[in-house]
Antibody, heavy 123, light 107 residues
Framework: EVQLLESGGGLVQPGGSLRLSCAAS????????MSWVRQAPGKGLEWVST????????YYADSVKGRFTISRDNSENTLYLQMNSLRDEDSAVYFC????????????????WGQGTLVTVSS | DIQMTQSPSSLSASVGDRVTITCRAS??????LAWFQQKPGKAPKSLIY???SLQSGVPSKFSGSGSGTDFTLTISSLQPEDFATYYC?????????FGQGTKVEIK
C-alpha cells in the first residue's frame, strides 16, 4: 500500500525558513517523480514543484522559484521541500504526491497523495 | 501558462442524479488531463488520468472524456460519498495548472 506522510509544517514569521518532509513507503521510491502541491485556506490547488526519480531534474512554479528547493533522499525514501524567504501568501496545506512516471519531464499525472502539512506564515 | 477553467463552480444535485462537470484549457493539451476529488479536510484523490482512464480502484460510475481543449467528468449516479469538490489538472506542460474546482453539494 502506497503511503505518503508529510511533516515539518508549523508557524513561521515572514522571511523565515521551514523544511517539509514526505516519508514514502509501499513503492520503489527512486522509480517515481514526486511533487509538492499546496492549498491556501479555502482556496484551490496550486502546483509547487516536481522532481525526477533520480533527483536530477526539477521544476518550480514561478511563485516559489528562487525561494523553494525540492530534493529527495532515495536511500531514506524521503522527499523534501526547503522553503526560504517565506511570505504570507505561502500559508497553505502542503501535499506531497507520487507521480506515475520516473521522469519529471514526462507527461504523467499524480496517482497518490499524502494527507498534507499546514504551513502558516504570520508575524 | 495554460489556464484551466471549470464550470460550473458549484452545483446542487440529488442522490441518483447524473452530474457532468466541464473543464476547458486555454490551449490544446492533447489528452493530458487528470481529475481529482477532494473532501473537506482531506487530501485530493486521483480519479482519472489521460482524460478518460480510471485510476485503479475508482468505481466505474466516474467517467471522463475529451481531448484538445474541452473535457468532461461525469458521475453516472450520484451517491452520498460523492459530494465533494472536483478539480481538473493539465499535465501537458509546466507549470502544471489546476481548474478552480467544482463543489458538488446536496440538493
Amino acid at each position: 500500500e502506497v503511503q505518503l506522510l508529510e511533516s515539518g509544517g508549523g508557524l513561521v514569521q515572514p522571511g523565515g525558513s521551514l523544511r517539509l518532509s514526505c516519508a514514502a513507503s509501499g513503492f520503489t521510491f527512486s522509480s517515481y517523480a514526486m511533487s509538492w502541491v499546496r492549498q491556501a485556506p479555502g482556496k484551490g490547488l496550486e502546483w509547487v514543484s516536481t522532481i525526477s526519480g533520480g533527483g536530477g531534474s526539477t521544476y518550480y512554479a514561478d511563485s516559489v522559484k528562487g525561494r523553494f528547493t525540492i530534493s529527495r533522499d532515495n536511500s531514506e525514501n524521503t522527499l523534501y521541500l526547503q522553503m526560504n524567504s517565506l511570505r504570507d501568501e505561502d500559508s497553505a496545506v502542503y501535499f506531497c504526491a507520487k507521480m506515475a512516471a520516473a521522469s519529471a519531464g514526462a507527461r504523467a499525472s499524480s496517482d497518490y497523495w499524502g494527507q498534507g502539512t499546514l504551513v502558516t506564515v504570520s508575524s | 501558462d495554460i489556464q484551466m477553467t471549470q464550470s460550473p463552480s458549484s452545483l446542487s444535485a440529488s442522490v441518483g442524479d447524473r452530474v457532468t462537470i466541464t473543464c476547458r484549457a486555454s490551449q490544446g493539451i492533447n489528452n493530458f488531463l487528470a481529475w481529482f476529488q477532494q473532501k473537506p479536510g482531506k487530501a485530493p484523490k486521483s480519479l482519472i488520468y489521460a482524460a478518460s482512464s480510471l485510476q485503479s480502484g475508482v468505481p466505474s460510475k466516474f467517467s471522463g472524456s475529451g481531448s484538445g481543449t474541452d473535457f468532461t467528468l461525469t458521475i453516472s449516479s450520484l451517491q452520498p460519498e460523492d459530494f465533494a469538490t472536483y478539480y481538473c489538472q493539465q499535465y501537458n506542460s509546466y507549470p502544471r495548472t489546476f481548474g478552480q474546482g467544482t463543489k458538488v453539494e446536496i440538493k
